[in-house]
Nanobody, 123 residues
Framework: QVQLVESGGGLVQAGGSLRLSCAASGRTFSSYAVGWFRQAPGKEREFLAGISRSSGNTNYADSVKGRFTISRDNAKNTVYLQMNSLKPEDTAVYYC????????????????WGQGTQVTVSS
């Protein structure tokens, strides 16, 4: 079992930055690839970024490429999502998720999820 807890969300003005954290407990976190997703009201959960177990590979959705950066510190059992140049359309609940082997773009392929953290970007 892996337990994930997101933090770092909040209210920020357009153009601002936030750094989300996904802290893991339980089994060896370095065995899991991690994805960040978000879900706005009335919309499907959207893949944002994924990172491999060793941080050697990352991938981003076009909507956040160049603005968001995913990273991980396996010694701290934590994955981060640095979000810059935030826009009102980035407003959503942000989730991290973990799965063995490789990260995936489809939410149902993940085995573990955090409870989410709200990000609100004002115009």
């Amino acid at each position: 079992q892996v337990q994930l807890v997101e933090s770092g969300g909040g209210l920020v003005q357009a153009g601002g930055s936030l750094r989300l954290s996904c802290a893991a407990s339980g089994r060896t976190f370095s065995s899991y690839a991690v994805g960040w997703f978000r879900q706005a009201p009335g919309k499907e959960r959207e893949f944002l970024a994924g990172i491999s177990r060793s941080s050697g590979n990352t991938n981003y959705a076009d909507s956040v490429k160049g603005r968001f950066t995913i990273s991980r510190d396996n010694a701290k059992n934590t994955v981060y999502l640095q979000m810059n140049s935030l826009k009102p359309e980035d407003t959503a609940v942000y989730y991290c998720a973990a799965k063995t082997t490789w990260y995936a773009y489809i939410p149902r392929e993940y085995d573990y999820w955090g409870q989410g953290t709200q990000v609100t970007v004002s115009s």
